[in-house]
């Protein structure tokens, strides 16, 4: 609700822009009193602590899903980017993100199997020899 400047005068001095004018003293009233001291702060922040550690021990395999999905994304991320920027520069048209993870995951999984084909066949060699 705004006051007139007159109001404003009365209540709390002079219009600031007014020369001369100077500040309104600050009203002295009683201090209203913490509903908790330092102490019970402490208690607090340490059974909110045991709990957050509970909950992560309780939900360990969903936090290490998480974490390994952020490391993956983040570890991924630079080679997404650089296929979208290689087929913009071939095709000269945007490719969609989805496309480029796409593009990436078929890599990474050729390369797995590729790795795969090219280990497994010496190594079972070499364990019936």
Do not use: N
């Not at 600050?26 to 908790?36: D, L, Q, T, V």
């Not at 990474?108 to 795969?116: H, I, K, S």
């Amino acid at each position: 609700m705004r006051r007139r400047a007159a109001d404003r005068e009365t209540t709390a001095g002079p219009a600031p822009h007014a020369a001369g004018a100077e500040p309104a003293p600050a009203r002295a009233g009683p201090i209203a009193p913490e509903p908790f001291g330092p102490l019970s702060r402490r208690i607090v922040l340490a059974l909110l602590a045991v709990a957050a550690a509970y909950l992560v021990v309780r939900l360990r395999s969903l936090v290490m899903l998480v974490v390994l999905s952020g490391l993956l994304a983040y570890v991924l991320a630079p080679a997404v980017d650089l296929v979208s920027q290689l087929v913009f520069r071939v095709l000269r048209r945007p490719i969609p993100r989805w496309g480029a993870i796409l593009v990436v995951f078929l890599a990474a999984g050729a390369l797995l199997v590729t790795a795969g084909l090219l280990v497994v066949p010496p190594l079972v060699d070499q364990v019936t020899a």
